[in-house]
């Protein structure tokens, strides 16, 4: 009977836990970790910006996957941890993306076990570890395949960060 009752709370403690049956911990992606050190003068390919002015810095994988073309990073700005890889791939039509992102996420399936599916505005697979995500999707404004690894412990320092940069720049005697 005690076996049969350790038993059941297991099962269900395995079950209430997110991934408990996750094949793979997150741990980053095309021969970059999550939480790595990055420093651009060595490692970068090329610098861009997000729309927000979030810098991104382009580098060539070590470990690719054969259909995105276009990688990044984002970094804490102090420290240069990576908080976020990406890879992207822009397709010339839609079901093209859509037939690579299904088989996209059936790989990151045998990976990383449960993947989550939201169709809401477009298909986007999640695969969610503690802090860490991973997200995958196609846009609905234009066929281009991206694959997002973040650590949103990292993110939220990535703007502690940014932050306190800004504190340090700021002039006050104008208010």
């Not at 095309?30 to 927000?52: C, N, R, V, Y």
Request: hydrophobic residues 35%.
């Amino acid at each position: 009977m005690l076996r049969n009752l350790f038993a059941a709370v297991f099962f269900i403690t395995c079950l209430s836990t997110p991934n408990a049956f996750a094949l793979q911990q997150i741990t980053g992606a095309f021969g970059l970790e999550l939480g790595g050190l990055f420093i651009p003068s060595a490692m970068a390919t090329g610098k861009g910006q997000m729309t927000d002015g979030t810098p991104i810095y382009y580098f060539k994988p070590t470990t690719p996957y054969n259909q995105l073309s276009t990688y990044y990073v984002k970094i804490t700005p102090t420290t240069s941890k990576i908080y976020e890889i990406v890879g992207e791939h822009e397709f010339d039509y839609s079901s093209e993306c859509d037939k690579q992102l299904e088989k996209l996420a059936g790989l990151l399936r045998s990976k990383y076990g449960r993947v989550d599916k939201n169709d809401f505005m477009s298909t986007l697979y999640t695969v969610e570890q503690d802090a860490r995500r991973i997200t995958a999707s196609c846009s609905m404004f234009d066929p281009q395949l991206r694959l997002t690894y973040e650590d949103k412990n990292l993110s939220g320092q990535a703007i502690s960060e940014a932050v306190e940069i800004a504190d340090k720049k700021g002039d006050a005697s104008g208010l």
